[in-house]
Each structure stands twice: as structure tokens, then as C-alpha cells.
């Protein structure tokens, strides 16, 4: 169950198109797998549009109901075979493209270790600009993915008992929740939960589901780490986790 969204303003901004290109990023793919703030949107959507209309003096319309009428007048009116030539002419089998559904069932997902996690509609086009895997300590994975302008955003994997080690943030840490469940002394989080943390929180990312967790994030600088021997990894931070 999803218990963590984006704000309804940063919602709102998403529709407005004022939020960064990367938390735009972020707050997309969330919506992909939250029924709740897609509606959001999609109700935010019309009110924008509805008002652009009326701001450029054209009258609102209701689109739903025109659109149903336009559809039952089609479905009425006969055909242009039938008008034509009195009869009907029988339609050719359509067959299947089997390799699309394949390449699709392929494309939406990642693959680590023999197991595919499929990604959020909004990610899927990052896929070929996902970096290898590379593992790091304490059961971690991490794969890079290039943004372009937008900057670098990691897929972190965490093993059956992999953790982050505590640490707060120089700037801020965007993360959702691909797959699995983890907790990190503050909360603890499931699979399409939307997680923002900056330099007010300290917290220790830590999975014990059986399966693991995988993880999106964007940080716009490096971590900082708090606590015992991780805190001589802080002058090499920028290498990982970034």
C-alpha cells in the first residue's frame, strides 16, 4: 500500500510544469503506479485547460459528453460499404505481432541477478541509458542512469538485509520505491511510496524483505555520512551513491 505521495502542491506544479526537470522526473513515475495522484493530475489537467480556455475567451465545453454523443452517432450510422454497395465486406484476420509483445515484455523492465523488476512507465525510456551494475557494500547494488541535463539518478538495489549506512544529505535525496520494502528508523516503505529527504533527516536505509528492494533516487549532492567507519567514506562520496 501506498501511504507516501508527492505534496498536492508539487502536484500541482507538476501539471503547471514549474517544478525541476528532475522531480518532474520523479513525481511522473510515481503517478505511474498511484492511482490516487494520477487522478490528481488528470483532474488538475482539465482545470488548467478549462482555464486557458477562458482566459483566451473560447467557452468551456464538456469534452466528455461530446465525445460520447460523437460516438453513438458512429455507432448508429451505417457503415460506408454498407451505404455504398448494400452489403458487408468481411474483414481479413488480423494476426498477431507475438515479437512486439515479446520486445514490449522485455523493454519494460531491468535485470539483476536472473530477476527482472519492471519499471515505471516514465522510466522505461531510461532503460538504455542505465549503467551496468556495480556491487558495493553491505549487499548493495547500483546501477547509474545517465538523465542528460537533468543529471545522474541511480537504481540502488538492496539485498535481504542490506543497508545504507546512516547518513544525512547536503542537498536533497528524491527516492521511489521500484520494488520491495525497506525501512530507515524514521519509516518504513513500500513498493510506489514517493520519499523526499534533505539535511534535516538522518536515516539508515535498511531492506529485511525476503526479496530485496529496489530503489529509483536522484541526490543533487552527495551524502553525508554520520556514523562509525562510514564516516571516512565522506571525501570519496561523490564516487557513489551520486
Not at 459528453?65 to 474483414?91: C, F, H, L, N, R
Request: aromatic residues 8%; contains cysteine; proline residues 5%.
Amino acid at each position: 500500500m501506498i501511504r507516501f505521495h508527492p505534496s498536492a502542491q508539487q502536484l500541482v506544479s507538476f501539471v503547471d510544469g514549474n517544478l525541476s526537470p528532475a522531480v518532474s522526473l520523479m513525481v511522473s513515475a510515481h503517478c505511474d503506479m498511484c492511482s490516487t495522484c494520477q487522478r490528481f493530475v488528470e483532474q488538475e489537467t482539465e482545470r488548467l485547460a478549462g482555464s486557458l480556455l477562458e482566459d483566451n475567451g473560447f467557452k468551456p465545453v464538456d469534452l466528455k459528453a461530446d465525445y460520447s454523443a460523437m460516438i453513438a452517432q458512429i455507432t448508429q450510422s451505417p457503415s460506408s460499404v454498407e451505404a455504398d454497395t448494400g452489403t458487408q465486406q468481411k474483414q481479413s484476420p488480423r494476426k498477431q505481432n507475438t515479437n512486439t509483445e515479446v520486445s514490449i515484455a522485455v523493454n519494460d523492465s531491468i535485470e539483476l541477478d536472473g530477476r527482472n523488476f519492471v519499471l515505471p512507465r516514465t522510466l522505461q525510456r531510461y532503460k538504455e541509458k542505465t549503467g551496468g551494475w556495480s556491487s558495493l557494500v553491505g549487499k548493495l547494488w547500483q546501477a547509474p542512469v545517465d538523465l542528460g541535463s537533468q543529471g545522474v539518478a541511480n537504481f540502488i538495489y538492496m539485498g535481504k538485509g542490506g543497508s545504507v549506512p546512516e547518513h544525512t544529505h547536503r542537498g536533497t535525496e528524491y527516492t521511489l520505491v521500484i520494488n520491495g520494502e525497506f525501512s530507515d528508523g524514521l519509516n518504513n516503505y513500500d513498493s510506489g511510496d514517493f520519499i523526499f529527504m534533505d539535511g534535516q533527516n538522518t536515516h539508515t536505509p535498511r531492506s529485511d524483505n525476503a526479496q530485496g528492494c529496489l530503489v529509483f533516487t536522484i541526490v543533487d549532492q552527495p551524502l553525508h555520512f554520520t556514523s562509525g567507519i562510514a564516516r571516512l567514506l565522506n571525501p570519496f562520496s561523490h564516487l557513489f551513491f551520486r
